[in-house]
């Protein structure tokens, strides 16, 4: 087998190709850094084959031509990892930064799960992970474009789950929705989590193992889950007050 993983210069990009190594499945690893890609390559490289690709997915134009590449290489699992955060109330935030984060988090991943979903239901054989968060559960007062895109990824990709289902195809569509996760994500978005988070490493097991296991939603943890059950049953005033005072305490 051969898995495409995107942003998987680091955190949970990076250990999930670490895990699909331990499983002999082969790699493409695709992020904007180099070095750390090569870095990943020399230590995965004796066991299984790795395939380095520097790119920038923010760039439309780029995702399209990533597919172009790799198309001929019967792709087995396609991983949407790329994405990144930022905190702050909206009217304050940097525009062309909050669009470069919407590229990344929805039209990149969007772009490429269409690319590829058509091959793999042609082949009638595919897994794709979609990366959300536990953030697509809320609105997401000083962090509002992110969790809009996290809960666009969710419904999304069980939207495209339950076409695939419908047409009785042999291809898998998983939403991975974690919380926090100790990874440069804190940094990138530049906030504090009020929770210590689960390791990289855990979560990224988590996710392949849900992925392969044919799973819809994928959410690391019992207080996660537990969470989500809460998010379910609360009112909608009173998730959007609590969603406001779990970001405030992040600054």
Known sequence: MKALIT????GLGRDM??????YGIDLIIVARRKDRLEELRQELRDRVAVTVIC????????????YERVKEEDIDILINNAGFGMAGEFIHGDLDR??????????ALHILTKLFLK?????????????????AFLSGPLMATYY????????????LRKEMQKANAHVYISALCPGPVQTEFSEVAQVKFALRGKSSMEVAKMAVDGMLGQKAQIIPGGLMKAAYVCCKLMPLFVLSEASYHIQKRKE
């Open 119 to 135: 091959d793999f239901v042609h082949r009638d054989y595919g897994y794709i992970l979609n990366v959300a968060s536990a953030a």
């Open 55 to 66: 790119m920038d997915l923010a760039d439309e134009m780029n995702c399209s031509l990533l």
């Open 17 to 22: 190709a670490r895990v699909l190594a331990g």
């Open 7 to 10: 942003g998987a210069s680091s």
């Open 98 to 107: 909050e669009l470069q984060m919407i590229n990344t988090n929805i039209k």
């Open 148 to 159: 809009a895109t996290k809960a666009y990824v969710r419904n999304f990709t069980l939207a």
